[in-house]
Structure formats: structure tokens, C-alpha cells
């Protein structure tokens, strides 16, 4: 056991408390990590409002970054000291783990969203009780982390760990989506409605591959500038004649639409600027979205539901490493950073929209 301190969440929706808490040892496939960086990502306040009462009091947050300080014994290809981001978990045998799609693990439930691990424990303990644990096999908003070797992806020692956080979830669920799913041609059109860590990053993604035009769409003006800045041929506030705005801007409709806000109404617009044969790649938690299915039929759109990027964390995390390298992928211009224990004014700039991507930081 060894003292951490926690963000906790005591019940449904309430805010994060830090808290001092206690942190087992490692078991043999596991990696006791000390953070020193942690993205805030609006699905971490989505799901602490929406989470079960029987899984709290609870420790949410899954873009963490840090260093290696212990090892299990059947851990093999990372040693304390080493520099490593951390991503969600996924069992690594199933079929979806073995054809290279990780996000789609059989497992992902109870390795990601459980409050523990998928046997049900939990690594933390509160006043001597089960504190929830496991967000996305990592609930790094603490001082350390037990985490499964296979949600650990070493990281060049120079990489600074506030971009080295969101890659672990934002930065490669934007970007793997574009390099992953949508696979665009250069000179293929690419919009990109949502202009926050995700669709910045899918945003990032497509102009490194040449796609031309790139649209972003954001009510936020400062978010449209950086949008524009970042490499967008274009940034429109959402409102009446989107979709034809642009169509006229794409020659005709996109070839694809990435839709981040879950919002429903934007996603049935999405649809309405694609070109026939288009593709829609919807990643935002959000409700219900119903569809005119013969509008669907007839410009014979394709629709992704994309999770992570659908990435295989090992792999394309060094590859979003060597884009930001050669400065294609330029992470930290999204970035804020504030101590750990501002987690609740970090959370309030998320949620007045002042910075786009709030990153903790530990001494």
C-alpha cells in the first residue's frame, strides 16, 4: 500500500474532491505509475454525472501521462523510470483484440467502465473501503495509478507530458478516426463539426494528410481562429444554411463529416453536406439520433460509429508521436495546463468553453 491523492467523486454528479487515499501494490501484469500529467475530457464530467451510485465514491480520469515505478512480475517491455502515456484497457485475446481493433474489446466494459477491475477489485481503498477505480482501465486523476501493462505505451523522455496526456484518448480518437477509419485521399474534403481536443485533433489529422478543404465548424470564435490557424481552409459558426454553406464549400458536399458534439441536430445536418457516397464518422456521446433513411439510401452515405479512434494504442500512439515530431500534429496548441489540485477550475474553463483542452499536472 503506498498514500495517494485522489480527485473523488462521493456520489453521482458531485464534484471532484481531492482526497488523501491508499494504492495496493501492482499484481504481476500490472504497472504502478506516478502521473504527472492528466487531460480533463468532457466524457470524464459526462460520465461522473451519469454514473452509477452503487460504483461510488469513484476516481475518474483517463488521459494520463507519467513514470514507471514499479513493475509486476510478469510484466515484460517496460521498467521504472520509463516515460508512458496511458490508454484504455482491452484484454488482448478476444477477437476484436487479435484483428488489431482494440476499442472494440469484448472485455471493454469491465475493464473500462466497471469501477474496478474486470474481477471486480478495485486498487484503491478510501478510509479502509473500496474506492471505485479503473476508468478506462486508469483513473489518473491521482497522484499514481495501478494500471494493466496493455494500457501502458511507453513515450520518448523529451515528449512533455501535457501533450503526452491527451493523446492517450482526444488525440487519437480525433486523429485515428481520420488515419484509422476514414483513411481520406489527399485532396478529398474533410469538415470537421466540434472544434474541442477531438475534433482539433481529427481536424490536425487531415491536413497532415493532405486533405483539401478542411472546414471546421464551432460556435466559438476563438475555436474557429484556431481552427483556421491549425490548417482549416475554413471555420464556420453552426446556424441556418450550414449545410449549404457547406456544400458550397466543399464543391458540392464532403467527402467526409466528423461529428463530435453528440448533438443530434448536428448529425442529421452532417448528412446533409456530404456529397453522394460520403461518409459520416459520429464520435460524441450524446442521445438518440434518427435519420431519414431514404436520404441515406440515396446518396448511399456511410456511417462510422468510432470509438478511440479505433486504434491500436502500441501502434499508432508512436505514430501521432513522429506527426507532432515534424510538426504536424501540433497537440500542445490545445493545451492548458493547472495544478492537480485546481481540478475544479480546470473543469470550470472546460465548461464555459475558455480553454479546449485542460491538462493537471502533478509536482
Known amino acids: 500500500m503506498r498514500r495517494v491523492r485522489a480527485a473523488v467523486t462521493e456520489t453521482p454528479g458531485a464534484p471532484f474532491t481531492v482526497r488523501d487515499a491508499d494504492l495496493e501494490d501492482p499484481r504481476p501484469r500490472e504497472v504502478l505509475v506516478r502521473m504527472t500529467a492528466a487531460g480533463v475530457c468532457h466524457t470524464d464530467l ?21 513514470r514507471v ?30 484483428a488489431g481493433h482494440p476499442a472494440y474489446c469484448h472485455a471493454a466494459r469491465a475493464r473500462n467502465f466497471s469501477g474496478g477491475r474486470d474481477d471486480g477489485t478495485t486498487p484503491l481503498s478510501l478510509d ?19 494500471v494493466h501493462e496493455r494500457g501502458v505505451v511507453r513515450v520518448p523522455s523529451g515528449l512533455p507530458s501535457a ?5 492517450g484518448c482526444s ?22 463539426l466540434g472544434a474541442g481536443g477531438v475534433g482539433l485533433s481529427a481536424l490536425m489529422a487531415a491536413v497532415a494528410v493532405g486533405c483539401d478543404p478542411v472546414v471546421a465548424v464551432d460556435p466559438v470564435a476563438a475555436r474557429r481562429a484556431l481552427a483556421t490557424g491549425l490548417g ?33 441536430e448536428m448529425a442529421r445536418r452532417a448528412v446533409g453536406a456530404l456529397r453522394p457516397r460520403g461518409e459520416l464518422a459520429l464520435l460524441g ?11 441515406l439510401l440515396a446518396k448511399g452515405v456511410r456511417v462510422h460509429g468510432v470509438i478511440e479512434g479505433d486504434s491500436d494504442p502500441g501502434r499508432f500512439l508512436p ?45
Do not use: Y
Request: hydrophobic share 45%; with cysteine.
Open 69 to 98: 515505478e514499479a513493475v509486476g512480475a510478469e510484466v515484460t517491455g517496460l521498467a521504472p523510470g520509463d516515460h508512458v502515456c496511458l490508454t484504455f484497457a482491452s484484454c488482448g485475446a478476444c477477437e476484436q483484440c487479435a
Open 319 to 363: 505514430e501521432l508521436i513522429g506527426l507532432h515530431d515534424r510538426g504536424l500534429f501540433p497537440l500542445d496548441r490545445l493545451v492548458t495546463t493547472f495544478p492537480f489540485e485546481d481540478i475544479g477550475a480546470a473543469v470550470a474553463a472546460m465548461e464555459d468553453g475558455r480553454v479546449i483542452k485542460p491538462v493537471l499536472t502533478f509536482t
Open 285 to 295: 456521446l450524446g442521445g438518440e439520433v434518427t435519420f431519414d433513411v431514404t436520404g
Open 163 to 167: 501533450v503526452a496526456a491527451p493523446l
Open 128 to 146: 479502509g473501503t473500496p474506492l471505485r477505480a479503473g476508468f478506462f482501465g486508469q483513473s489518473s486523476f491521482a497522484t499514481h495509478a495501478v
Open 171 to 192: 488525440g487519437q480518437t480525433g486523429a485515428g478516426t481520420v488515419l484509422n477509419r476514414l483513411r481520406p485521399a489527399p485532396g478529398s474534403s474533410l469538415v470537421v
Open 232 to 264: 482549416a481552409t475554413a471555420a464556420l459558426a453552426p446556424g441556418d444554411g450550414l449545410a449549404a454553406a457547406l456544400r458550397d464549400l466543399t464543391g458540392g458536399g464532403a467527402h467526409h463529416v466528423v461529428e463530435t458534439t453528440g448533438r443530434p
Open 46 to 66: 459526462a460520465m461522473r454525472d451519469a454514473w452509477p451510485r452503487r460504483l461510488t465514491p469513484m476516481v475518474f480520469g483517463h488521459e494520463g501521462a507519467g
